[in-house]
Each structure stands twice: as C-alpha cells, then as structure tokens.
C-alpha cells in the first residue's frame, strides 16, 4: 500500500493545484480520464479498489500536461 500513498499525495497536490489554474485545467480532465477508465477495469476484473488508483494516475498525468503547457508558454514568449 505504500505506492497507493504516494499516489494519494501526488494526487491531492494536483487536485489542490487545479484551483489556481485559469480555465479549462488538465488537472481535472485526466482524473475525470482515470475514473472512466478505473470504472471500466473495475467492472472487467470484478474488483473496485483501483478506482481511486486509476484517478489519482489520471491526476498526476494531467498536472504534467498543465507543467508543460505553462513551461511552453514561458518558452515561446522568450
């Protein structure tokens, strides 16, 4: 379980971070990605644990893509 609790860090980091975005944010969109997909594995293997799983991976995926969206957009004004 240790990796789930890094996942739930990351995850609530990424979550909190959504809010000082402005507009649409990755942040949500990749873990509203990672809950369709937890839903869909849940329902195939009969067993519902990875679900917050796949959320919080979807999470941390989408404030990658929001890092290096702000990264690009510091780049191309230079």
Known sequence: MPLLNIFLIIGVVALIASFFTQGRSAIWGGATAGLIVGIIIGIVKQDFS?????????????????????????????
């Open 50 to 78: 990875d679900i917050l799983r796949a959320a919080l991976i979807g999470a941390d995926v989408g404030l990658a893509a929001e890092i290096l969206s702000i990264i690009g957009k510091k780049i191309g004004r230079s």
